[in-house]
């Protein structure tokens, strides 16, 4: 599968946004999807992860309240709505796929976007 990701920007503290990563080519309801996110010298990291058919969701505690996954499986597209963002939230967004249960760990996804930048500012 070939994920695409995009919907970032530059934006000020206390915005919106919305991230989409449509996929093509093997059936997208084959995976469950998931949001990372690497800003500058640091790891990636875990922000968001979606099951594939019952829509089962999973974030990391630091985001909770403020992201939201979501997923279209007739348009082969996961959504990721931040609100509130704060200059710490600055990073390259990635969405990936696994073949498995979603997980938290990056190194267990199949396949991956080329990233959308986001970028907060104060």
């Known amino acids: 599968v070939q994920l695409q990701a995009s919907g970032g920007g530059l934006v000020q503290a206390g915005g919106s946004l919305r991230l989409s990563c449509e996929a093509s080519?093997?059936?997208?309801?084959?995976?469950?999807m998931g949001w990372f996110r690497q800003a500058p010298g640091k790891a990636r990291e875990f922000v968001a992860a979606?099951?594939?058919?019952?829509?089962?969701?999973y974030s990391a505690d630091s985001v909770k309240g403020q992201f939201t996954i979501s997923r279209d499986n007739a348009k082969n597209t996961v959504y990721l709505q931040i609100n509130s963002l704060k200059p710490e939230d600055t990073a390259v967004y990635y969405c990936a796929a696994r073949t498995g249960r979603y997980v938290s760990s990056w190194l267990q996804y199949d396949y991956w976007g080329q990233g959308t930048q986001v970028t907060v500012s104060s």
């Open positions: 080519g093997r059936a997208f309801g084959s995976y469950d």
């Open positions: 979606i099951s594939r058919s019952f829509g089962s969701t």
